[in-house]
Nanobody, 127 residues
Framework: QVQVVESGGGLVQAGGSLRLSCTASGLTFGNYAMGWFRQAPGKEREGLSC????????YYADSVKGRFTISRDNAKNTLYLQMNSLKPEDTAMYYC????????????????????WGQGTQVTVSS
């Protein structure tokens, strides 16, 4: 049984930082590409970043490029998202997801590209 669990969310002031973690079990983590998404109330889920199985290739949405960094530790079955210079508009539920392809396809920002999802962790940025 595959389980994907996010952690590390919380309340932070604008300009602050948070690091999200995502652990996956029940799958061969090192074979999967991993992505981060977020969804704010009343908005569609937004693809933020994707990292290839080896960690060597990463993609970012324009909205977070230069502020967020995705990384992974395959030995620990863990994905990370370092978020710096946070803004109130970053407030959302953050999700991680696993893609069987192992690489970040041209549609990496689409939900349908991922097979396994976590339940999310809430990030709230106060102004």
């Amino acid at each position: 049984q595959v389980q994907v669990v996010e952690s590390g969310g919380g309340l932070v002031q604008a300009g602050g930082s948070l690091r999200l973690s995502c652990t996956a079990s029940g799958l061969t983590f090192g074979n999967y590409a991993m992505g981060w998404f977020r969804q704010a109330p009343g908005k569609e889920r937004e693809g933020l970043s994707c990292i290839r199985w080896s960690g060597g290739v990463r993609y970012y949405a324009d909205s977070v490029k230069g502020r967020f960094t995705i990384s992974r530790d395959n030995a620990k079955n863990t994905l990370y998202l370092q978020m710096n210079s946070l803004k109130p508009e970053d407030t959302a539920m953050y999700y991680c997801a696993a893609a069987m392809t192992g690489y970040c396809s041209g549609s990496w920002a689409r939900e349908a590209s991922y097979q396994y999802w976590g339940q999310g962790t809430q990030v709230t940025v106060s102004s």
